[in-house]
């Protein structure tokens, strides 16, 4: 069965910490992994990843994919409070995008 | 703006009764889709479109429905409304399927059945 499990499902840290999001899937036609942040209402897009290895970078946020062990990460140096949030990793396929149970970030001052 | 519009964006409704949750968007995608959000299972796909006069099933149909007879909107329907269809609703769309554009979605619509 199609899955997609994100890890760990909750995490707490200080203001200044680096923190690591994991997600790995299993599909059977993968085209892209996607990771999404989740406030109080609606995801908003990150990252599009298609190709392994090659880093997508956005300010203190980055990510990486590997096609071959059927992972992603989501990395976010020195954390702020404004990082408190759910963050969601998807998988298209060719008939939908299938989502992972999410990540729920919470940074103290 | 634009975006996904989603309305109501609370709404409780007594078992048995049915309701449709309104979804428009105005940047001319399409593929569009429905998903409910429930504590620690993340996003489900209920319904989806890859156009106007074409929908299908996603991962939990039943007890929804659905058309799309315009671009621009696509209504989520629910028949005879039940507790288990207490969760958020999430509509999304995108320029098309599969091809690695992401979704852009609306601001939810979080139900309650009693």
């Known amino acids: 069965e199609d899955k997609v499990v994100q890890s760990p499902l909750s995490l707490v840290v200080h203001e200044g910490d680096t923190v690591t999001l994991n997600c790995s899937y299993e599909v059977t036609n993968f085209r892209s992994l996607l990771w999404y942040k989740q406030e109080k209402k609606a995801p908003t897009f990150l990252f599009m990843l298609t190709s392994s290895g090659i880093e997508k970078k956005s300010g203190r946020l980055s990510s990486i994919l590997d096609k071959k062990e059927l992972f992603s990460i989501l990395n976010i140096t020195a954390t702020q409070t404004g990082d408190s949030a759910i963050y969601l990793c998807?998988?298209?396929?060719?008939?939908?995008?299938?989502f992972g149970a999410g990540t729920r970030l919470t940074v103290k001052p | 703006n634009a975006g996904v519009t989603q309305t109501p964006k609370f709404q409780v409704l007594k078992t048995g009764q049915s309701m449709t949750l309104q979804c428009a968007q105005d940047m001319n995608h399409e593929y569009m889709s429905w998903y409910r959000q429930d504590p620690g299972m993340g996003l489900r796909l209920i319904h989806y479109s890859v156009g106007a006069g074409i929908t299908d099933q996603g991962e939990v149909p039943n007890g929804y429905n659905v058309s799309r007879s315009t671009t621009e909107d696509f209504p989520l329907r629910l028949l005879s409304a039940a507790p288990s269809q207490t969760s958020v609703y999430f509509c999304a769309s995108s320029y098309s399927r599969g091809l690695g554009y992401g979704y852009t979605f609306g601001s939810g619509t979080r139900l309650t059945v009693v």
């Open positions: 998807a998988v298209e396929e060719n008939n939908d995008m299938r």
